[in-house]
Structures are given as C-alpha cells and as structure tokens.
C-alpha cells in the first residue's frame, strides 16, 4: 500500500512574517516550519501504516516549495514517513490554489509511478494550511486526480480497500465511505500528532529524499506562478503598532450603552 502525504512549509506564526515587492508572502526570508495542520495529516498516515502491521506500507511525505521547505519533509521524515519528495522550481513562486494543485497532482503521479506497485492508494492532506486557511487544494487535488475524496476528517476507519470517517460540522455529524484509491483531509481533531524521538531524527538523514523541478513532473514554467493566478493581492499594510485601550466607565448608568457605541464605530457589531 502506498500513501502520500502533502506537507506545507509555512511562515511561523510566532515570527516576523512579510510580503515581498509583488505582494507574495516572503517564504525565503522568514523562519518557517511544516504546518501544524499537516502534522496531523502525517499522524494518520503513520497510525494507517502501523494498524496494517504485516503489510507492506510505504508513506511518502510530499512537499512544494522554495529549498528552505525541505525542513517540512525532514520533519515529516523524522515523525515517521519512509521517504521524501521536494518539489521545488523558481517558476512555482506566487502559485495559487489552482497551480499548487496541479504540481501536486503531477508529483502524485511521478511518486506512483517510481512505485513498485506503480500506483498511490491513498493522498492525505490537512484540512488547511495555516498561512492561507484554503481547505480547497484537497478537492482541487482529487479533481485532478480523478480520484473521490473524503474529507475533514475526525475520525478515520479503513478495512480492506474501504476508508470511512467521520465529519464534524456545526450542527450534524456525517460519516462517509470511499474506496481507495482516494484523497482524505483530516482535521485537528483526528488525533494528536506525535513528536519526533531521538531515534526517529536519527534515521530520518538516511532516509530517501528527492527533489523534482517542473520538467521532472512533465510541466513548463507558464502553467504555474503569479502570472497565471486567478487572484491576486493588489495592496498591503502593516499591521499598526498596539495602542492603550480604552476604558469604558459604568458610574451613571451609561456604560452598557458606551461600550455599544464603541462596539458599533469598530464594526464589530
């Protein structure tokens, strides 16, 4: 059974996060990490892979991004995954939802086909990145891949070729089924992700790790970036500088309506 899992690089919250000049988010210049929802992502495909315990499980950790978001595949490596795919390529830079799911289709295919079994059973992502908080490059991805998808998971079951889960919204729960070969996204509720161990970022340098440009994916450079994106950031601003809040006196009986008025100037009501 194969399994990939797309990882993102992301800016780190907790850090200095900036656009560049054509109002792309600055992904060289800045800390970043694997996104915490992915971490999850690769959480499942770990737990799937030890619950097939006599089965021959391969998870490849995949992921699309300048040579600083090899840390995001070293991470996934050292939580578990057996191997590696970077896709990285100038050309990719300012990508939107709809190009970033088409390099990850085609990288899907080229992992399949470098397979001894010449296919990927299963695609798992996270429900969003923590950057752009999307949730559409899943479906985008089983669009492209011709494959049914299952997604915002909470739970997760597979028997056999058969995966069902279950889905938490705001006022039911789901549950649906699919049969794999299918794209699944799953959700923070799915399960804590594990940390990596001594031993797991020890094994993790010898494990395989490839790098792929767009021609290695059989695409060419006017298919993806900011110049075929069907959006774009037009401006931007700094957020401003914390200023002392205001206090809301209550001594004559005015203050509920002070704090609506307040409300109310900021748009928050």
Same mark, same amino acid.
């Given at each position: ?6 990882v +993102? ?7 200095? #996060? #900036? ?8 992904? @060289? ?7 915490? !929802? ?7 495909? !770990? *737990? &799937?892979?030890e ?7 391969? @998870?490849t950790?995949?992921c699309?991004?300048?040579e ?18 970077h ?7 300012? /990508? ?18 470098? $397979? ?5 059973? &299963? @695609? ?8 752009? /908080? ?14 049914? *998808?299952?997604?915002?998971?909470? @739970?997760?079951?597979? *028997?056999?070729? *058969?995966? #069902?889960?279950? #889905? ?38 010898? +494990?395989?790790?490839?790098t792929? /440009? ?11 970036? $900011? /110049? ?18 205001e ?10 309506s ?12």
């Amino acid at each position: 059974m194969n399994i990939v899992v797309c990882v +993102k690089y992301v800016p780190d919250a907790t850090a200095d #996060r #900036r656009f560049e000049s054509d109002n792309t988010v600055d992904r @060289v210049g800045v800390d970043g990490l694997l996104s915490e !929802l992915d971490e999850y992502a690769v959480e499942q495909a !770990l *737990q &799937l892979k030890e619950k097939r315990e006599g089965e021959d499980v391969t @998870v490849t950790a995949l992921c699309v991004g300048p040579e600083k978001a090899l840390d995001a595949v070293r991470k996934a490596l050292q939580m578990g995954a057996d191997q590696g795919v970077h896709v990285s390529d100038e050309a990719i830079a300012g /990508s939107d939802y709809a190009a970033t799911s088409l390099v990850l289709a085609k990288a899907v295919e080229k992992i399949g086909a470098t $397979l001894e079994d010449g296919k990927v059973d &299963l @695609v798992v992502c996270g429900m969003a990145s923590t950057d752009a /908080s999307g949730s559409v490059v899943p479906a985008m991805l089983a669009e492209r891949l011709g494959l049914p *998808q299952v997604t915002f998971a909470s @739970v997760i079951e597979t *028997q056999g070729d *058969q995966v #069902r889960i279950k #889905r938490d919204g705001d006022t039911a729960t789901e549950v649906i089924g699919g049969t794999m070969p299918l794209v699944l996204s799953v959700t923070d509720q799915s399960g804590e992700a594990r940390y990596p161990s001594f031993k797991g970022i020890m094994a993790a340098k010898k +494990k395989p790790l490839e790098t792929y /440009s767009l021609a290695d994916i059989g695409l060419e450079a006017d298919q993806v970036g $900011l /110049s075929v994106a069907w959006s774009e950031v037009t401006d931007t601003t700094e957020r401003p500088p914390r200023t002392a809040g205001e206090i809301v006196k209550d001594e004559d009986g005015s203050g509920a309506s002070a704090l609506t008025e307040f409300l109310a100037s900021k748009k928050f009501i």
